[in-house]
Nanobody
Framework: VQLQASGGGLVQAGDSLRLSCAAS????????MGWFRQAPGKEREFVAC????????IYQDSVKGRFTISRDNAKNTVYLQMNSLKLEDTAVYYC????????????????????WGQGTKVTVSS
């Protein structure tokens, strides 16, 4: 699976941004999809994951209530809607896919993921 993330940019605190991640190369639906981020000088961290059906979603505590992950299996695309952005959301955001063998599971650990996109940069300014 090849993943192409897009939608990053420079925004002000309090603004919204929607990231997209388009998948190609293999059937999209067997994969749970996740978003991770890496801020300058920090380790990569989990942001959100959505199950293959879209019926289960989990979030890092710091983004709950502000970010929403969704997917459109017909378009082979996963989204991350980010509202009320904060300075600390500044990071490079990566989408990733994990094969779930058609079970409807979600994953927080980066090591579980099989495929990674190239990242899209989000900068939140004051």
């Amino acid at each position: 699976v090849q993943l192409q993330a897009s939608g990053g940019g420079l925004v002000q605190a309090g603004d919204s941004l929607r990231l997209s991640c388009a998948a190609s190369g293999r059937t999209f639906s067997p994969y749970a999809m996740g978003w991770f981020r890496q801020a300058p000088g920090k380790e990569r961290e989990f942001v959100a994951c959505i199950s293959r059906s879209g019926g289960i979603a989990i979030y890092q505590d710091s983004v709950k209530g502000r970010f929403t992950i969704s997917r459109d299996n017909a378009k082979n695309t996963v989204y991350l809607q980010m509202n009320s952005l904060k300075l600390e959301d500044t990071a490079v955001y990566y989408c990733a896919a994990v094969s779930t063998f058609y079970s409807d599971t979600v994953h927080r650990r980066g090591s579980d993921y099989n495929y990674w996109g190239q990242g899209t940069k989000v900068t939140v300014s004051s």
